[in-house]
């Protein structure tokens, strides 16, 4: 298989060794987060992805194929604002709805173009249901933050990874790994 480099911010999934997580940005003031999703989208991470026959098969131009492999990125270069979840549910809470409010600032007066939300499990449940409880995290912050907010739909691109990225690989069941992150969409 051919290998071609897709340029996209990989904030959040990155690849970590031992229990070292990556820092927590939901504290930053509005000018703090914006400064680091403009040099985060400076920077841009990549993405090993397929290209030629495997990239054309895709039919979601927004979706990663299958087989996409995350680089890691080093932690400051990357903008890590975690919104968390309850066991077994996509509900957003009020502490956590209330931590998106200064996000929310930052997104409508960005010129970005487009933010992703990733949605984020444990390692409890089969594969195909934390998939699927992954995509529903992403997409209810999503739905707080058009509704409750007034970003722009079009702005905002919600994806889940089900349990491929824990923030704690040594304990994939940890409270941690269950997490809706931000990143620049490309």
């Known amino acids: 298989m051919k290998i071609g480099f897709l340029p996209i911010a990989a904030l959040g999934l990155t690849l970590t060794s031992g229990s070292v997580f990556a820092q927590d940005d939901s504290s930053l003031t509005a000018e703090q987060l914006a400064a680091k999703f403009m040099a985060q989208q ?28 995350f680089v890691a990125l080093d932690p400051s270069a990357q903008v890590n604002f975690q919104i968390k979840f309850a066991f077994d549910s996509a509900a957003l809470a009020e502490e956590e709805a209330a931590k998106l409010d200064t996000l929310c600032e930052v997104i409508k007066a960005s010129d970005i173009p487009q933010f992703k939300i990733i949605g984020h499990t444990d390692a409890a449940g089969t594969d195909t249901y ?37 923030l704690d690989p040594n304990d994939p069941r940890a409270d941690v790994n269950r997490r809706v992150e931000f990143q620049v969409g490309s």
């Open 42 to 69: 400076a920077t841009r991470g990549l993405v090993i992805a397929p290209s030629g026959d495997a990239a054309a098969e895709a039919t979601d131009p927004n979706a990663l194929p299958a087989d996409t492999t």
């Open 130 to 166: 934390n998939q699927n409880l992954s995509l529903l995290r992403a997409e209810e912050v999503k739905r707080h933050l058009v509704d409750d907010c007034g970003v722009p739909d079009t702005k905002l691109l919600a994806e889940g990874v089900g349990e491929a990225f824990p």
